[in-house]
């Protein structure tokens, strides 16, 4: 009787746990998407951007389940190290060392809830950093910690 009540409560057991499973179907498992290829989507690969001047990003998310957050990072790229996701290279300046580079960062939490999102931030330019070769980079996060990365090149002119 003894074995038959384990047995029992082992059974009873494996349906709760089995119960208590996901469905894998159900679990998102896709990337979100950064589109920066509307009309008025700011910046774009070599993008020439005037320092001392204010910009607006400008990008559409999208996710298949639902997106979390976003982060924005503009830092100097004197040296040619790539972080570049597009296929078209621009004309880069010589190698340099920096003396007063651009250093920009900042996440946004995007309002639950959302599959798209236009997202727009204004950026100032500060008007005594170094001129050249920058990097641009979007990082776009879901709800489920997937993370999608866009990293564009971009000069900062006089």
């Known amino acids: 009787m003894k074995i038959l009540k384990f047995l029992l409560g082992l059974l009873a057991c494996t349906f709760f746990i089995s119960s208590c499973e996901s469905d894998s179907s159900e679990t998102d498992k896709e990337y979100p998407v950064i589109d920066n290829s509307t009309t008025n989507a700011f910046p774009i690969q070599c993008s020439e951007i005037k320092r ?3 910009i607006t990003f400008r990008a559409r998310f999208t996710d298949n389940a639902e997106l979390g957050s976003y982060s924005l990072d503009i830092h100097h790229n004197f040296d040619h190290h790539t972080h570049s996701t597009e296929v078209n290279n621009c004309i880069a300046e010589p ?5 007063n580079p651009m250093l920009y960062i900042n996440s946004v939490t995007i309002p639950a809830g959302q599959k798209s999102y236009e997202a727009t931030q204004e950026i100032n330019i500060p008007a005594d950093i170094d001129l050249g070769d920058y990097h641009f980079m979007i990082r776009l996060t879901d709800k489920e910690g ?3 990365i866009k990293g564009l090149s971009i000069k900062i002119i006089e």
């Open 52 to 54: 001392g001047q204010k």
């Open 95 to 99: 190698v340099k060392k920096p003396l």
């Open 146 to 148: 997937w993370q999608t």
